[in-house]
């Protein structure tokens, strides 16, 4: 069974930085690429950007709303994504979540509220 | 980016009775290796997205078989055959054939 549970989330003050994870199971995890995504209350989704294989050359992209603040990591070794987020603003509060491209099962997701 | 409109935005639905949720993208959702990588995720109050159906048509693992997807190059249709009430929630088309991801604005599907 695919299983996706993402952590790290939590209160942090705009302009300030946290770093999300994302446990994988139930898939080859170092052959898919990984994609975040996220939804603010009340809202739709939104992508936010992705990580692809090693035999992808671990090639990033990101949405111009993170671009630049927001990097995309991974190690296959832990079967473990991640998502650094810096220089947070308001509006990137949301839950985040990690889906992978091979097969787009979505975890639980995990919280960011930016706010003073 | 691949633009992705449903129709309605809302659907109010009797118990039992069918339900049709529509979905238009920008441009056509073939991708290069024959596959149209055009999803459906049902996401209930208080809950992550679901994944219903993938590369149209195909059921997830788990999922009613009153559930189906069809349609072809941009005009994409999900259909609920008996709507019981487990199924109120939004519904969200999303591409995967075009980079980045994108999504439709969901349907609110909810009882009369």
């Known amino acids: 069974e695919v299983q996706l549970v993402e952590s790290g989330g939590g209160l942090v003050q705009p302009g300030g930085s946290l770093k999300l994870s994302c446990a994988a199971s139930?898939?080859?995890?170092?052959?898919?690429?990984m994609h975040w995504v996220r939804q603010a209350s009340g809202k739709g989704l939104e992508w936010v950007g992705r990580?692809?294989?090693?035999?992808?050359?671990?090639?990033?992209a990101y949405a111009a709303s993170v671009k630049g603040r927001f990097t995309i990591s991974r190690d296959d070794s832990k079967n473990t994504a991640y998502l650094q987020m810096n220089s947070l603003k308001t509006e990137d509060t949301a839950v985040y979540y990690c889906?992978?491209?091979?097969?787009?099962?979505w975890g639980q997701g995990t919280l960011v509220t930016v706010s003073s | 980016d691949i633009v992705m409109t449903q129709t309605p935005l809302s659907s109010p639905v009797t118990l039992g009775q069918p339900a049709s949720i529509s979905c238009r993208s920008s441009?056509?959702?073939?991708?290069?290796?024959?596959?149209?990588?055009l999803s459906w995720l049902q996401q209930r109050p208080g809950q992550p997205p679901r994944l219903l159906i993938y590369?149209?048509?195909n059921r997830f693992s788990g999922v009613p078989d009153r559930f189906s997807g069809s349609g072809a190059g941009t005009d994409f249709t999900l259909k609920i055959s008996r709507v019981e009430a487990e199924d109120v929630g939004v519904y969200y088309c999303m591409q995967a054939t075009q980079f980045p991801w994108t999504f439709g604005q969901g349907t609110k599907v909810e009882i009369k």
């Open positions: 139930g898939f080859t995890f170092s052959g898919s690429a």
């Open positions: 889906v992978p491209a091979a097969i787009q099962v």
């Open positions: 590369k149209i048509s």
């Open positions: 441009q056509s959702l073939v991708h290069s290796d024959g596959n149209t990588y």
């Open positions: 990580i692809r294989s090693k035999a992808n050359s671990y090639a990033t």
